[in-house]
Structure formats: C-alpha cells, structure tokens
C-alpha cells in the first residue's frame, strides 16, 4: 500500500491556480506533520509548506518566503488528505510537487518518513 498519493499537478499559465491533493493510508496516515516540497529542474528538492495537529481542531502551518502570501496547505481529516492551493503561479514555481509525512516539524528531506511518487507544475509565461 503506497503510503502517500499525490494528484493535481498540471500545465497553467502565470497567475493561474492549481490545487494539489495528497491521500495518506497507512502509518503515513498516522503522522502528525504533513509537508511539501518540491524539485525544480536540475535543482535540489525544497521545502514548500507544513502542517501539523496541536490537539483537537488546532494546526499550525507555515511556507517557504517565497511562496507565502501565495500557497496555502490544509487537511481534511475525514478524507484522510492534504491540500495545497497554488495561486498567483510564477514560472519559477515550475517543479514536481513532494508529500512527505513525519513526526518532525521540520523543513529538512531527513525530517520526513513516508513520501509520495510527486507530482508535476509546469507554469508557462
């Protein structure tokens, strides 16, 4: 059972918007802290955004600077899933898209346990 099944990549112009989906199952399921990152070409895999539960209906979440104010991350618990909206879409944001799930709130790769196949944004100009 893959743990992490990201969907929602695609080709959108700039300023558009795309909304990323990642389904847990498994022990990925069971993690506290759900993260993206993502791999522009020919560079290393980044942090994008996190989230984590502080009891009951309270999450804590934060973003790389250069996707604040733009990227927004959110679960759905009942569907065992996690979001990320991409708005105001730059070329710059173009790179396979990561779900990583752990216990660490870090924005490290080794911070993260269970990760999905990615997923691709392509911006065009």
């Known amino acids: 059972q893959v743990p992490l099944v990201e969907s929602g990549g695609g080709l959108v112009q700039a300023g558009g918007s795309l909304r990323l989906s990642c389904a847990a199952s498994?022990?990925?399921?069971?993690?506290?802290?759900m993260g993206w990152f993502r791999q522009p070409p020919g560079k290393e895999r980044e942090f994008v955004a996190r989230?984590?539960?502080?009891?009951?209906?309270?999450?804590?979440?934060d973003y790389a600077d250069s996707v604040k104010e733009r990227f927004t991350i959110f679960g759905d618990n009942a569907k065992n899933t996690v979001y990320l909206q991409l708005n105001s879409l730059q070329p710059e944001d173009t790179a396979v898209y990561y779900c990583?799930?752990?216990?660490?709130?870090?924005?490290?790769?080794?911070?993260?346990?269970?990760w999905g196949q990615g997923t691709q944004v392509t911006v065009s100009s």
């Open positions: 990583a799930a752990g216990k660490k709130y870090g924005t490290q790769k080794e911070d993260y346990d269970y």
């Open positions: 498994g022990r990925a399921f069971s993690s506290n802290v």
């Open positions: 989230i984590r539960r502080s009891g009951g209906n309270t999450y804590f979440a």
